[in-house]
């Protein structure tokens, strides 16, 4: 490695908003951050998949396409007419 050139390399402490703290190595000396992999969401199993305003009904009605019927909903119908 040339000298002068690479930056120094520090003992580095990752503070994150929830309180956990990380001990790594670095090229800055302290971190803060807001989030880390002990308080996100997906990490901790917390995560809620939300569907936002509709979008997939929306982008349905703009373009006049149809929601498929599912399937089981179909069957009831024709065994009630069978058995009639």
């Not at 807001?34 to 929306?58: W, Y």
């Amino acid at each position: 490695m040339k000298e002068g050139i690479h930056p120094k390399y520090y003992d580095t402490v990752i503070h994150c908003a929830c309180g956990n703290e990380i001990k790594t190595r670095s090229t800055t000396k302290d971190l803060h951050v807001e989030i880390c992999s002990n308080c996100h969401p997906f990490f901790t199993g917390k995560q809620k998949l939300v569907d936002t305003a509709g979008r997939v009904e929306k982008f349905r009605r703009k373009y006049g396409m149809i929601a498929p019927q599912p399937k089981d909903a179909e069957k009831p119908a024709d065994t009630a007419a069978t058995e009639s």
